[in-house]
T-cell receptor
Framework: DAMVIQNPRYQVTQFGKPVTLSCSQTLNHNVMYWYQQKSSQAPKLLFH???????NEADTPDNFQSRRPNTSFCFLDIRSPGLGDAAMYLC??????????????FGPGTRLTVL | SQQGEEDPQALSIQEGENATMNCSYK?????LQWYRQNSGRGLVHLILIRSNEREKHSGRLRVTLDTSKKSSSLLITASRAADTASYFCAPDVGAQKLVFGQGTRLTINP
């Protein structure tokens, strides 16, 4: 089945130790998104790729970076995780980025713990 | 704020009952989407309703939209234990992205 896959599902890292989260998709969608969701809060968009075009949200900290080496894969890099970065990280895709018509397909998420 | 605000924040009902949750927003919209999130999982798209639509159905789901009141409601009929989840609305205010509200946490009791 076509889907959005996130690895790992659970990630534990140490304060300040760089960590990379992975997302892959078999939907061949143009757009890939990364959201951060803290406990009992709304998912918050960090950035998205439209094909190879990177679009950062204005309030996304510099500590968060992303790479999209090809259509199928997208990575979230946290350069120096702080305790406040502990959250669920959700990857999503959409065929296009016209939210008037396109829906987003989410992966199961990676829960990040920072010790 | 561009996001929708869901109400109530939490809702607990008995299996078989209907569940209604509401979403209010502040500016004019192109459409509004509803998503479901099971505990510890990603979001799943439920339904998209356009600004020129007043009601839309999908299985046991019924969504209404009142643009004059800037509000939408999601009704789940004949609830099941599997409907236990958080439900988020995302009004499209032309920002070219989804902005989710805090969600309604729905619990279906057996």
């Amino acid at each position: 089945d076509a889907m959005v896959i996130q690895n790992p599902r659970y990630q534990v890292t140490q304060f300040g130790k760089p960590v990379t989260l992975s997302c892959s998709q078999t939907l061949n969608h143009n757009v890939m998104y990364w959201y951060q969701q803290k406990s009992s809060q709304a998912p918050k968009l960090l950035f998205h790729y439209y094909d190879k075009d990177f679009n950062n949200e204005a309030d996304t900290p510099d500590n968060f970076q992303s790479r999209r080496p090809n259509t199928s894969f997208c990575f979230l890099d946290i350069r120096s995780p702080g305790l406040g970065d502990a959250a669920m990280y959700l990857c999503a895709t959409s065929r296009d980025r016209d939210v008037r018509t396109d829906t987003q397909y989410f992966g199961p998420g990676t829960r990040l713990t920072v010790l | 704020s561009q996001q929708g605000e869901e109400d109530p924040q939490a809702l607990s009902i008995q299996e078989g009952e209907n569940a209604t949750m509401n979403c209010s927003y502040k500016t004019s919209i192109n459409n509004l989407q509803w998503y479901r999130q099971n505990s510890g999982r990603g979001l799943v798209h439920l339904i998209l309703i356009r600004s020129n639509e007043r009601e839309k159905h999908s299985g046991r789901l019924r969504v209404t939209l009142d643009t004059s009141k800037k509000s939408s409601s999601l009704l789940i009929t004949a609830s099941r234990a599997a409907d236990t989840a958080s439900y988020f609305c995302a009004p499209d205010v032309g920002a070219q992205k989804l902005v989710f509200g805090q969600g309604t946490r729905l619990t279906i009791n057996p």
